[in-house]
């Protein structure tokens, strides 16, 4: 079993940064793919952010130029750097790793923007 585990959440004001971090306990984590989802109440979880095993990388269009992310090479732990956050950037953030068919998600963290 892959143990995902995320981290990097909290409150924010309006136009202010975060970064979250995705880490598994498996052995070349580095090999999966890997997805940044967030639902906020009453929506559908939604895809934010994905970083395939090759590199390439796809947002959504409502955090284009204003998210990263990013994979360590020596960790595998992958990143989501977030900038100017809005208020609608509020939900809970939740990383999901992909391999040979296999999904694992996270218990997910939490992201407020508010003033």
């Known amino acids: 079993q892959v143990h995902v585990v995320e981290s990097g959440g909290g409150l924010v004001q309006p136009g202010g940064s975060l970064k979250l971090s995705c880490a598994a306990s498996?052995?070349?984590?580095?090999?999966?793919?890997v997805g940044w989802h967030r639902q906020a109440p009453g929506n559908q979880r939604e895809l934010v952010a994905t970083i395939s095993s090759s590199g390439s990388i796809g947002y959504e269009d409502s955090v284009k130029g204003r998210f990263t992310i990013s994979r360590d090479s020596a960790t595998g732990t992958i990143y989501l750097e977030m900038n100017s956050l809005k208020p609608e950037d509020t939900a809970v953030y939740y990383c999901n790793a992909r391999r040979f068919g296999q999904s694992y998600w996270g218990q997910g963290t939490q992201v407020t923007v508010s003033s």
């Open positions: 498996v052995r070349l984590f580095g090999f999966y793919s």
